[in-house]
């Protein structure tokens, strides 16, 4: 609609990436040789005053009194802010940063601080916060991961068919997940808190976890309107566990799922769906 509105004279794409991503490195080089101006603008990490900052304002202290925190938190992170906020959460959690009752000031051992290892990746310092949650709570994160970056509501209760939403709170206040406003759908915090969440899950373990939760969505669909409603979620989840699923007259079932996914791809032009859908229809059949 944008390029064929003639009223449409300019268009300003805002986006985001990693350096290591270097297929969008490719892309931005390709949309250079057109003759589009494109400008990149490269977001560091906080500096040790930020930290401080951070740290002062949630301690209710001075920042003269928590340097010594902050440069720790600062030193062992990098100063990567979602490093930073959630290993400074996790020495709470577990009881080195405690607010005393009697004194009413939050307390702490800098040289306890000081002596904890902490995983040079991020990814692996959440899966191991999360980790140290409750089962329920973990089994939650875990069936979330599977079922994309963004999903409804509906769908995960769906997904872990028992009545656990209530423990999504926790997840939101924890800063794991986030409610989109008036639109019953939840979103990871960051991708790599997402990616974090699935690496709870052993990896010989994933193809079974999805095929558990596909099979639980596409059992709790009371119709084929239903059914049209969650099919990206089945046949996302399904596909992945394909060399689980041995009966033919199964696959033949995924087959036609996924011919169906293909049809409502095709009719949304959806992002959603999985473009490998017609040639695994024909290798199931």
């Avoid at 500096?47 to 928590?66: A, D, G, Q, T, W």
């Avoid at 577990?94 to 995983?119: A, C, H, S, V």
């Avoid at 019953?184 to 969440?197: S, T």
């Avoid at 119709?223 to 409603?229: A, N, V």
Wanted: hydrophobic content about 45%.
């Amino acid at each position: 609609m944008i390029v064929m509105d003639p009223d449409i004279r300019y268009c300003l794409f805002l986006g985001t990436y990693r350096p290591v991503q270097s297929g969008v490195t490719k892309m931005l080089d390709s949309i250079k040789s057109h003759g589009v101006r494109v400008v990149s603008l490269k977001v560091s990490c906080i500096e040790k005053e930020v930290v401080n900052s951070l740290i002062s304002e949630n301690l209710c202290i001075p920042p003269s009194l928590c340097q010594s925190l902050s440069t720790t938190v600062h030193s062992k992170t990098g100063g990567f802010i979602l490093f930073a906020a959630n290993f400074f959460q996790s020495l709470h959690e577990e009881g080195m940063i405690m607010f005393n009752l009697n004194t009413r000031n939050w307390e702490y051992n800098i040289n306890d601080i000081k002596q904890r290892k902490l995983p040079s990746d991020v990814v692996q310092h959440l899966s191991e916060r999360m980790a140290r949650l409750p089962k329920n709570i973990q089994s939650l994160l875990k069936t979330a991961a599977c079922l994309g970056f963004e999903f409804d509501a509906n769908l995960l209760q769906m997904a872990i068919n028992v009545p656990m939403l209530k423990l999504v709170p926790y997840a939101i206040e924890s800063g794991f997940l986030q409610e989109i406003q008036a639109s019953n759908k939840f979103v990871w915090a960051h991708d790599q808190i997402h990616l974090a969440a699935y690496e709870l899950i052993p990896l010989k373990k994933r193809p079974s976890s999805h095929l558990l939760i596909a099979t639980r969505i596409y059992m709790d669909t009371s119709s084929d309107e239903t059914l049209f409603k969650v099919i990206f979620a089945v046949v996302n989840n399904m596909n992945v566990a394909l060399h689980l699923i041995t009966s033919q007259s199964q696959r033949n079932d995924v087959a036609r799922l996924n011919r169906v996914a293909g049809r409502k791809a095709a009719a949304s032009v959806s992002a959603e769906a999985c473009p490998a859908s017609h040639s695994i229809n024909m290798n199931n059949i």
